[in-house]
């Protein structure tokens, strides 16, 4: 296992795809800040790692500073012996208001748009499923889009586990965007949309 995390860690780092394994899947999903994203993730059972990074564009070698066209996004890797992609993209939508078109929380503009990327015939159905669900829970239109996947970019060192390695000001942005008021006042107490 400690082979498969260093494998993974790896792979994540350079935007390899990680080697055909029935251990692990991936999935994809832009959630505003990727900080947010990863963080919300990372405490999931299941998850083997979450890692920050840029996608849906057309550039090539996103940076922070230049990402124009794509998303700031977070692929999840994960053990579906213990986590299922369904419950994965049902956590989602509770980590994120998909009613708003225009970016999440505090932060506003086409790189903070909601969107789930899928690989698969089976990720699209699971994702569509659970968007319509979270369309009646909400009793309001979802405008997260659900799109095929693409080149996944790792964003900068500097981005990865902040919330581990900066926990002060990761609370600070998050309290101070009103993330987790505005979910709580979106979803109650609810984690999923099963």
């Known amino acids: 296992m400690k082979f498969l995390l260093t494998l993974t860690a790896a792979a994540s780092l350079v935007g390899a795809a990680l080697p055909a394994s029935a251990a692990t899947q991936s999935a994809v999903f832009a959630g505003g800040c990727f900080w947010c994203t990863e963080a919300d993730f990372e405490k999931v059972p299941g998850v083997v ?45 509770a980590t994120v208001d998909p009613t708003d078109d225009r970016g ?22 699971a994702a569509l ?8 829970l909400l009793k309001q239109p979802v405008v997260t889009p659900v799109r095929d996947a693409v080149r996944f970019w790792p964003a900068e060192a500097y981005h990865q586990d902040y919330a581990k390695k900066n926990p002060l000001r990761y609370n600070v942005y998050r309290q101070g ?11 109650g107490a609810r984690k999923d949309v099963r």
């Open 49 to 93: 790692s979450a890692v920050s990074g840029y996608t849906g564009g057309a550039g090539a070698n996103p940076t922070y500073e230049n990402h124009a066209g794509h998303v700031e996004a977070v692929r999840v890797v994960y053990d579906p012996a213990k986590v299922s992609y369904s419950q994965l993209v049902s956590r989602y939508w």
């Open 104 to 125: 999440q929380f505090c932060d506003k503009g086409p790189s903070y748009r909601t969107a789930v990327f899928v690989n698969s015939p089976a990720q699209r159905s």
């Open 129 to 136: 499923a659970t968007r319509a669900r979270a369309a009646a």
């Open 177 to 187: 965007c009103r993330r987790d008021a505005r979910l709580k006042a979106l979803w």
